[in-house]
């Protein structure tokens, strides 16, 4: 098999100079916070050491790769503190180095994967422990708690404040999944194209460690699903399929007009606007059921969410929309495409969008049923397209 220089160079990922930067800048100030904090500790005339080579490696995957699965806080402490104690175990039972070496790398690689905290530079920490000479040797089973442990410890707190300062969230995890409805269909993203049980079907099938969650796989490819849509359909956007004479009502309207609205304009949802018309919130036909009582003049508040309101608030409320609507409000633009607002209005259950200007103030407003058939007619137009092309591609397969 030919193998070109191009096959052993790996493709350059696709990072802004920002974000180079901001790596480079946190393994600085990690290692050099790590270090300095342990002279600090030790004194300068100690003959601890102060930092060991693993930590090098470690700052790599904290601070350029902080979404890693190997790069997670269980991740370092566990994986290094694991290899550590196989390290100078295999040290003292095995008397040939080369053999100890080997051990240690081989069980603690073992250890990581079935306590699920695999990182790199922990084998590099069990070689320290068997080979790094006499005064690794001399520390016996205290090379766990320094200088492993406390390094550790100091590195993965720096990366803790850098990253999230930085605005990489670390540890990494997904934006919370939107509510379901409270029975066993997965959301309408999870039931179209490529699935999580199909993720997990290939994964398994492939059978090897990838430095990428499965989640993050999923939402990438879920992504890539909504740029291929927005791509194949023309860029619709919002301001095409809006609605524009919007019925909005204002925060400190009483309950009893908010229904009326509803009725008289059949509608299941109003905008709730201040005087500059913009948007803080939407009240819903599912806001006056849930969150009020009924009786022969109409919705009102209970007692429950009259002392909810009063604490949250630290005044009484005036049972007003105010007092029921959702916010903040999820909002989009003008320019939105609708491919966006596919994934927002299914998973979230969202049924009425509200949109507005470069000003924040309202301009339209979107509903399911402006996104079928916006949908659909967008169906109906490629459907000739792509019956046409039909016949092509079965004379291109047809054998010779």
């Known amino acids: 098999m030919r193998v070109s220089l191009r096959h052993l160079i790996p493709e350059a990922a696709s990072l802004s100079p920002r974000e180079r930067l901001r790596s480079a800048g ?21 003959t601890l050491p102060i930092l060991i080579a693993p930590m090098g490696a470690s700052a790599v995957l904290l601070f350029a790769v902080p979404a890693s699965p190997l790069a997670q806080p ?53 070689l320290t422990a068997v080979l790094g000479g006499a005064p690794i040797r001399d520390l016996g ?45 997965p959301l ?39 740029r291929s849509y927005r791509r194949r359909s023309g860029q619709a956007t919002c301001g095409e399929i809006m609605s524009r004479d919007v019925i909005a009502i204002g925060p400190e309207a009483p309950l009893h007009e908010a229904l009326q609205l509803l009725r008289r304009h059949h509608i299941k949802a109003l905008p709730v606007t201040d005087e500059r018309a913009r948007v803080l919130g939407i009240v819903t036909q599912t806001d006056l059921l849930d969150k009020t009582l009924w009786d022969r003049a109409g919705p009102r508040l209970g007692t429950k969410r009259r ?60 509903s399911q049923t402006d996104l079928l058939a916006e949908l659909l007619a967008d169906a109906a137009q490629n459907a000739p397209a792509a019956r046409s092309a039909l016949p092509v591609a079965v004379e291109i397969a047809a054998p010779v």
């Open 307 to 366: 002392l909810h309101l009063t604490l949250a608030r630290g005044r009484a409320p005036h049972g007003c929309v105010e007092d029921i609507m959702t916010a903040p409000v999820t909002t989009a633009r003008p320019e939105t495409p609708i491919a966006d607002l596919v994934l927002w209005m299914s998973d979230a259950g969202l049924h009425h969008l509200p949109v507005v200007g470069p000003d924040d103030k309202l301009v339209g407003i979107v």
């Open 74 to 126: 269980w991740s370092i402490i566990g994986g290094n503190l694991i290899a550590a104690l196989v390290g100078v175990t295999l040290a003292l039972l095995v008397p040939d180095p080369t053999a100890a070496a080997a051990l240690a790398i081989s069980v603690a690689i073992a250890l990581m994967m079935a306590l699920r905290c695999l990182h790199p530079p922990s084998g590099a920490v069990a």
């Open 26 to 46: 946190g393994a600085l100030i990690g290692i050099l916070a790590t270090g300095l904090i342990c002279r600090a500790a030790l004194g300068s005339d100690s």
């Open 188 to 226: 309408p993203s999870a039931r179209a194209g490529i699935t999580a049980s199909d993720l997990d079907a290939v994964l398994k099938d492939y059978d090897q460690i990838l430095d990428v969650r499965r989640t993050d796989l999923e939402a990438i490819i879920l992504q890539a699903q909504i």
């Open 141 to 185: 089973y205290g090379f766990v708690l320094w200088p492993v442990t406390a390094n550790s410890l100091l590195l993965l707190g720096v990366a803790l404040l850098f990253n999230n300062l930085t605005g990489r969230a670390y540890p990494h995890v997904l934006p919370k999944a939107p509510a379901g409805h409270g029975t066993r269909d």
